[in-house]
T-cell receptor, first 112, second 114 residues
Framework: QKEVEQDPGPLSVPEGAIVSLNCTYS??????FMWYRQYSRKGPELLMY????GNKEDGRFTAQVDKSSKYISLFIRDSQPSDSATYLC????????????FGRGTQLTVWP | DVKVTQSSRYLVKRTGEKVFLECVQD?????MFWYRQDPGLGLRLIYF???????EKGDIPEGYSVSREKKERFSLILESASTNQTSMYLC?????????????FGPGTRLTVT
C-alpha cells in the first residue's frame, strides 16, 4: 500500500462547478500537507500548504486536513477553464531531510 | 524568484547509452531531488541530496546514479539506458528540511529511449 493514495480521475466538470479533490494517507507522522498544481508540459507548483489539522482558504481554493481520519481535501469554488491541470497532494514528516510523499495526482478538466 | 533549470526539454537516446540529465538551481537551496513521472504512477522519487556530495536513495534508484559536486547542480545519470527508463524526469530543490520546505520544480525533461 502506498503511503499516500489519490484517485487519478480524470475528473471533468463544467465551468462554475465546485470541485472536490481528496487524498488519504496511512502514516500518522505526516505533519505538513500540500497541494501542487501541474499544468500540461510544466513542472508542479505549490498551490496550498497546511500545517497539521484544520482549514486554509486562499481565494477560490480551500484546503482541509483531518488528521484523525488521515484525509485531506482541496475544494475549488467557481471553477474556471484555467483550473484545468493535474493536482497532486503531498505530505511531509517533521524531519526526514525534507522529503515529500506525493499522491498520484488527479487530472481535472473544467469545460466552458 | 526561484529558478530550477533542466538541461534539455526533450531527449532521445539509444538503448545502452550513458545519459546525463543536468539540473541547476539559483537560490542556494540545500536539498535537491530527482523524480520520474509516468501516467498512472505519479511522481516517484529516484534520488535526493541534502548537501554537496551527500545523496540518499529514493523509492526507485535502480538503474540510476547521481552526482552533486556543487551546491547548485544535481545530475542524474543513467549508466546504460533501457526502454523502461523512457519517462518525464523532474528535478526539484528546497531550502532546508524543517517546516514548510516548499519544493520548486524544473520544467522537466522528456526522455525517450529507443
Amino acid at each position: 500500500q502506498k503511503e499516500v493514495e489519490q484517485d487519478p480521475g480524470p475528473l471533468s466538470v463544467p465551468e462554475g462547478a465546485i470541485v472536490s479533490l481528496n487524498c488519504t494517507y496511512s502514516n500518522s507522522a505526516f505533519q505538513y500537507f500540500m497541494w501542487y498544481r501541474q499544468y500540461s508540459r510544466k513542472g508542479p507548483e505549490l498551490l496550498m500548504y497546511t500545517y497539521s489539522s484544520g482549514n486554509k482558504e486562499d481565494g477560490r481554493f480551500t484546503a482541509q486536513v483531518d488528521k484523525s481520519s488521515k484525509y485531506i481535501s482541496l475544494f475549488i469554488r467557481d471553477s474556471q477553464p484555467s483550473d484545468s491541470a493535474t493536482y497532486l497532494c503531498a505530505m511531509k514528516r517533521g524531519s526526514t531531510l525534507g522529503r515529500l510523499y506525493f499522491g498520484r495526482g488527479t487530472q481535472l478538466t473544467v469545460w466552458p | 524568484d526561484v529558478k530550477v533549470t533542466q538541461s534539455s526539454r526533450y531527449l532521445v537516446k539509444r538503448t545502452g547509452e550513458k545519459v546525463f540529465l543536468e539540473c541547476v538551481q539559483d537560490m542556494d537551496h540545500e536539498n535537491m531531488f530527482w523524480y520520474r513521472q509516468d501516467p498512472g504512477l505519479g511522481l516517484r522519487l529516484i534520488y535526493f541530496s541534502y548537501d554537496v556530495k551527500m545523496k540518499e536513495k529514493g523509492d526507485i534508484p535502480e538503474g540510476y546514479s547521481v552526482s552533486r559536486e556543487k551546491k547548485e547542480r544535481f545530475s542524474l545519470i543513467l549508466e546504460s539506458a533501457s526502454t523502461n527508463q523512457t519517462s518525464m524526469y523532474l528535478c526539484a530543490s528546497s531550502l532546508g528540511t524543517g517546516g514548510r520546505n516548499e519544493q520548486y520544480f524544473g520544467p522537466g525533461t522528456r526522455l525517450t529511449v529507443t
